[in-house]
Protein backbone atom coordinates (compact mmCIF):
# COMPACT_ATOMS: atom_id res chain seq x y z
CA UNK A 1 0.00 0.00 0.00
CA UNK A 2 2.86 2.72 -0.39
CA UNK A 3 2.96 5.10 -2.46
CA UNK A 4 -0.55 5.25 -2.90
CA UNK A 5 -1.96 8.92 -4.12
CA UNK A 6 -4.74 8.96 -1.56
CA UNK A 7 -4.35 10.99 1.51
CA UNK A 8 -2.62 9.15 4.88
CA UNK A 9 -5.78 6.35 6.35
CA UNK A 10 -6.36 3.79 8.53
CA UNK A 11 -7.59 0.86 6.73
CA UNK A 12 -8.89 -2.36 8.48
CA UNK A 13 -11.34 -5.22 6.67
CA UNK A 14 -14.86 -5.64 6.95
CA UNK A 15 -16.36 -7.43 9.88
CA UNK A 16 -17.03 -11.12 8.82
CA UNK A 17 -20.90 -11.63 8.71
CA UNK A 18 -20.47 -14.59 10.40
CA UNK A 19 -18.47 -12.26 13.22
CA UNK A 20 -20.46 -13.53 16.40
CA UNK A 21 -17.76 -13.94 19.73
CA UNK A 22 -18.98 -14.98 22.95
CA UNK A 23 -18.11 -14.20 26.43
CA UNK A 24 -17.94 -11.25 28.38
CA UNK A 25 -17.06 -7.96 26.91
CA UNK A 26 -13.36 -8.19 27.37
CA UNK A 27 -13.13 -11.51 25.93
CA UNK A 28 -15.48 -10.00 22.48
CA UNK A 29 -13.20 -6.88 22.60
CA UNK A 30 -10.10 -9.40 22.23
CA UNK A 31 -11.35 -10.89 19.34
CA UNK A 32 -12.61 -8.14 17.50
CA UNK A 33 -9.08 -7.06 18.07
CA UNK A 34 -7.71 -10.31 16.53
CA UNK A 35 -9.88 -10.60 14.02
CA UNK A 36 -10.54 -7.20 12.47
CA UNK A 37 -8.16 -4.79 14.40
CA UNK A 38 -5.05 -6.94 14.06
CA UNK A 39 -5.47 -6.77 9.74
CA UNK A 40 -5.15 -3.43 9.89
CA UNK A 41 -3.01 -0.86 7.95
CA UNK A 42 -1.79 2.73 7.81
CA UNK A 43 -1.91 4.15 4.41
CA UNK A 44 1.09 6.99 3.84
CA UNK A 45 1.59 7.79 0.57
CA UNK A 46 5.14 8.41 -0.41
CA UNK A 47 6.59 7.21 2.67
CA UNK A 48 8.03 4.46 0.93
CA UNK A 49 9.97 7.39 -0.89
CA UNK A 50 12.13 8.60 1.85
CA UNK A 51 15.34 7.00 1.43
CA UNK A 52 17.85 6.13 5.05
CA UNK A 53 20.64 8.87 3.61
CA UNK A 54 17.81 11.67 3.60
CA UNK A 55 16.29 9.84 7.43
CA UNK A 56 20.62 10.07 8.31
CA UNK A 57 20.53 13.88 6.59
CA UNK A 58 17.91 14.93 8.86
CA UNK A 59 19.18 13.33 12.15
CA UNK A 60 22.54 14.75 11.29
CA UNK A 61 20.41 18.00 10.98
CA UNK A 62 18.32 17.87 14.48
CA UNK A 63 21.62 16.74 16.09
CA UNK A 64 23.60 20.13 15.09
CA UNK A 65 20.43 21.99 16.23
CA UNK A 66 20.63 20.27 19.52
CA UNK A 67 24.31 21.12 19.85
CA UNK A 68 23.85 24.93 18.70
CA UNK A 69 20.75 24.73 21.79
CA UNK A 70 22.98 23.44 23.86
CA UNK A 71 26.06 25.48 23.42
CA UNK A 72 23.26 28.67 23.55
CA UNK A 73 22.25 27.51 27.54
CA UNK A 74 25.75 27.41 28.55
CA UNK A 75 26.95 30.82 27.18
CA UNK A 76 26.14 33.84 29.63
CA UNK A 77 26.90 37.43 28.67
CA UNK A 78 27.40 40.27 30.97
CA UNK A 79 27.35 43.93 29.73
CA UNK A 80 27.12 47.20 30.87
CA UNK A 81 28.36 50.86 30.90
CA UNK A 82 31.52 52.96 32.17
CA UNK A 83 30.06 56.64 32.15
CA UNK A 84 32.21 59.77 33.43
CA UNK A 85 35.64 58.77 31.59
CA UNK A 86 38.16 61.76 32.02
CA UNK A 87 41.18 62.80 29.76
CA UNK A 88 43.32 61.18 32.38
CA UNK A 89 44.70 57.66 32.14
CA UNK A 90 42.78 55.62 34.46
CA UNK A 91 41.58 52.23 35.87
CA UNK A 92 37.96 51.50 36.83
CA UNK A 93 36.74 48.41 38.71
CA UNK A 94 33.49 46.69 37.05
CA UNK A 95 31.90 44.14 39.11
CA UNK A 96 29.23 41.88 37.43
CA UNK A 97 25.72 41.53 39.09
CA UNK A 98 26.12 37.79 39.17
CA UNK A 99 29.44 35.80 38.92
CA UNK A 100 30.57 34.42 35.74
CA UNK A 101 31.24 30.13 36.08
CA UNK A 102 34.97 30.94 35.96
CA UNK A 103 37.23 33.27 35.12
CA UNK A 104 37.83 31.74 31.24
CA UNK A 105 35.39 34.94 29.74
CA UNK A 106 36.31 37.79 26.68
CA UNK A 107 35.75 40.80 27.31
CA UNK A 108 34.89 43.69 24.72
CA UNK A 109 34.83 47.36 24.73
CA UNK A 110 32.98 49.90 22.17
CA UNK A 111 34.04 53.41 22.90
CA UNK A 112 31.42 56.15 22.53
CA UNK A 113 31.55 59.34 21.24
CA UNK A 114 29.48 62.27 19.54
CA UNK A 115 32.41 64.02 17.49
CA UNK A 116 34.85 63.10 15.17
CA UNK A 117 38.74 63.12 14.39
CA UNK A 118 40.63 62.28 17.64
CA UNK A 119 44.56 63.07 16.95
CA UNK A 120 45.50 59.13 19.10
CA UNK A 121 42.68 56.27 19.44
CA UNK A 122 42.92 55.25 23.57
CA UNK A 123 43.66 51.78 24.51
CA UNK A 124 41.00 49.77 26.61
CA UNK A 125 42.00 47.36 28.34
CA UNK A 126 41.87 44.58 30.92
CA UNK A 127 44.00 44.76 33.80
CA UNK A 128 46.12 41.02 34.02
CA UNK A 129 45.71 39.49 36.60
CA UNK A 130 42.34 41.66 37.39
CA UNK A 131 39.92 39.25 35.49
CA UNK A 132 37.75 37.22 38.12
CA UNK A 133 34.22 35.38 38.13
CA UNK A 134 32.95 38.78 39.73
CA UNK A 135 34.74 41.50 37.86
CA UNK A 136 37.69 43.04 36.32
CA UNK A 137 39.10 45.95 36.05
CA UNK A 138 39.61 47.83 32.87
CA UNK A 139 42.07 50.23 32.05
CA UNK A 140 41.71 53.26 29.91
CA UNK A 141 44.52 54.78 28.86
CA UNK A 142 45.57 58.32 26.44
CA UNK A 143 41.79 58.98 26.59
CA UNK A 144 41.09 62.04 24.52
CA UNK A 145 38.21 64.31 25.88
CA UNK A 146 35.37 63.28 23.02
CA UNK A 147 34.96 59.94 24.45
CA UNK A 148 32.97 59.84 27.78
CA UNK A 149 31.16 56.79 27.83
CA UNK A 150 32.77 53.13 27.33
CA UNK A 151 30.03 50.24 26.35
CA UNK A 152 31.21 46.47 27.65
CA UNK A 153 30.21 43.03 27.19
CA UNK A 154 31.71 40.20 28.49
CA UNK A 155 31.00 36.77 27.34
CA UNK A 156 31.83 33.43 28.98
CA UNK A 157 31.37 29.76 26.59
CA UNK A 158 31.67 27.15 28.47
Same mark, same amino acid.
Given at each position: ??????????????????????? $???????Q?????? @??????????A????????? %? $?? *????????????T???????? %?????????? %???????????? $? *???????????F???? @???? @?????????????????????????????? %??? @?
Amino acid at each position: MDNQDSSPALIFPSVPDDFCPTG $NWTQIFQQFTDTVL @ASGTVNIPGLADVTTQQIQT %I $ND *YLLNLQNQVDVLTTTQVRQGT %ITGLTTADQT %ISVTFSTAMPST $N *YTVAFTPVTTTFGTPS @APIF @AVQTGSQTISGFTAIIDSNVATITTLDWVA %IHS @A
